[in-house]
């Protein structure tokens, strides 16, 4: 081979931010093209599959506290309802991608926690709302973010409520999209198909995940594609989170090859 290939074994890929901590320790250093394979238990042992562009969605979450003034909720007049206004900000949130978003454009905000307490006769000093954004590009995604909290905060103020909105930044639960680089999408296309076979190449559809391999495809070109390690009859159909999650092992000589075939080519033709 002409060059050098980096093996980058990554601590805390889920939730822990681990490619962008690997960076900060040089991971990238003198690194011109970077790809990485994940296993899909959608697709047959074997096949290979990816797609051009954004292949998986930006992440961020976020959690507001809305604040009014506990009371007697045989007297709601005497309090400042935070129930109500939270209620509010979770309907409105919907409209960011109704109303705001290009039908074109792909995008989620989900609501995935309401807590006001569980005293029946009391109307809470705060309530506490929480969830998830996702977009497929940077505008939209960060374009979301700052709308997610003039929502919560703007409505909350309707209800003579306040609020704030905690997007976990320190923790570093920030996500951006997975975008794979044109022409490191036709390289690994390339190679695949003549290891597997055009037949076992497949263009797969955006996906709403995330991936922490999103921080080194926005420093290098890459290309972040799948294999198929599906079996029914070994009982590889569960997903990567799933407690009965196998993998069908005919495909780890596949994916070796694969690997090694796409960085060979690759330096053999860009050395």
């Given at each position: ?5 980096i093996?980058?074994?990554?601590p ?13 320790d ?20 074997g ?14 979450f976020?959690?507001a506290?809305?604040?009014?003034r ?12 935070p ?11 919907q ?11 792909s ?7 309401f807590n ?14 929480a969830?998830?954004?996702?977009a ?15 929502v919560?905060?703007?409505q ?51 996906m ?25 009859t070994?009982?590889?159909?569960h ?33």
């Amino acid at each position: 081979m002409i060059g050098t290939v980096i093996l980058i074994f990554q601590p805390a890929e889920e939730a822990g931010n681990g490619a962008k901590r690997m960076m900060q320790d040089g991971a990238l250093e003198d690194v011109e093209a970077i790809f990485a394979i994940h296993v899909s238990h959608e697709r047959p042992t074997g096949t290979i599959g990816s797609r051009p562009g954004p292949l998986l969605a930006g992440c961020g979450f976020f959690r507001a506290v809305i604040s009014g003034r506990k009371g007697d909720a045989g007297s709601p007049h005497l309090s400042v309802d935070p129930v109500l206004a939270a209620s509010a900000a979770v309907i409105s949130l919907q409209n960011l991608v109704s109303r705001e978003a290009n039908p074109l454009d792909s995008q989620v905000v989900s609501v995935a926690s309401f807590n006001g307490g569980d005293n029946l006769d009391q109307i809470p000093q705060s309530v506490t709302i929480a969830g998830t954004f996702r977009a497929f590009s940077n505008a939209s995604f960060y374009g979301l973010l700052k709308r997610v909290e003039e929502v919560i905060v703007e409505q909350a103020s309707v209800y003579r409520c306040s609020a704030t909105v905690d997007f976990f930044k320190k923790e570093t639960q920030i996500y951006p999209p997975t975008v794979n680089d044109e022409y490191m999408y036709e390289h690994v296309k390339k190679v695949a198909i003549d290891l597997v076979g055009a037949k076992n190449f497949i263009v797969v559809p955006p996906m709403m995940g995330a991936e922490d391999f999103s921080f080194y495809s926005e420093m290098v070109p890459a290309a972040f594609f799948y294999i198929g390690v599906r079996n029914e009859t070994l009982g590889s159909t569960h997903s990567g989170h799933s407690p009965y999650f196998m993998i069908d092992e005919e495909v780890l000589p596949i994916g070796a090859a694969a690997h090694v075939a796409i960085a060979e080519r690759y330096l053999n033709e860009n050395g």
